[in-house]
């Protein structure tokens, strides 16, 4: 089984992922995480969430290095350079597949065309999961295949199409032999523009958040 590589994004976490869980049963894994600071300035977050995303990135670090996974660490200040960045890591770690769980924003969805596309044209496959969320946007539908506009009839159809496998916990990897590849150091976060950042209010880290 070849080498796959799962690309964290907003999903920081070794629990119930759904694409680390894929990955790890097709074969050996390395994660990356890309950051992109510029990008989500642009989008309107604030010091206080990219530093928190930054404390989690981290911890999901720690968490990675308990399972012998690696996490390969890039600055790409914007989406633009995700699709060079991810091709330039499967070139030089001769990965077979790319897992990764789906974003559905509008900039998020073109970042992952163009990667998606990048690689289609390298001959390296890539699957798309769907993670934290029971259906993919637009699968539960009214009979005339339209969306939902009222709750009530929303949430009797997605209590009525619901299965068990949609709803249940992934397998955390087990610990996997060590790679040859060494994590990458996560480098200071820029100048965030001065506002102050409160760690104590909001612990990094997947014990944190299920306390």
Do not use: C
């Amino acid at each position: 089984m070849g080498l796959q590589l799962v690309w964290f994004r907003t999903d920081l976490r070794v629990h119930d992922n759904t694409a680390l869980a894929a990955a790890a049963a097709q074969g050996p894994v390395v994660a990356v995480f890309l950051r992109s600071v510029k990008q989500w300035q642009r989008h309107g977050h604030g010091a206080n969430k990219i530093d928190f995303w930054h404390r989690n990135v981290r911890a999901l670090k720690e968490s990675l290095n308990a399972l012998n996974i690696p996490l390969l660490f890039r600055d790409i200040d914007t989406y633009d350079g995700a699709a060079k960045a991810i091709t330039e890591i499967v070139a030089e770690h001769d990965i077979e597949r790319v897992h990764f769980n789906h974003q559905y924003p509008l900039n998020e969805r073109r970042r992952d065309l163009t990667v998606l596309e990048a690689l289609k044209a390298k001959g390296v496959p890539a699957h798309g999961h769907h993670d934290a969320i029971a259906f993919a946007p637009g699968t539960l539908s009214t009979g005339k295949g339209e969306y939902y506009s009222v709750f009530t009839p929303f949430a009797k159809a997605w209590h009525k199409n619901v299965t068990e496998a949609q709803l249940s916990l992934r397998d955390t990897p087990a610990k996997q032999t060590p790679l040859s590849i060494g994590n990458n150091a996560i480098a200071a976060l820029p100048d965030l523009g001065g506002t102050p950042v409160d760690k104590n209010a909001w612990p990094a880290g997947e014990e944190a958040a299920a306390d």
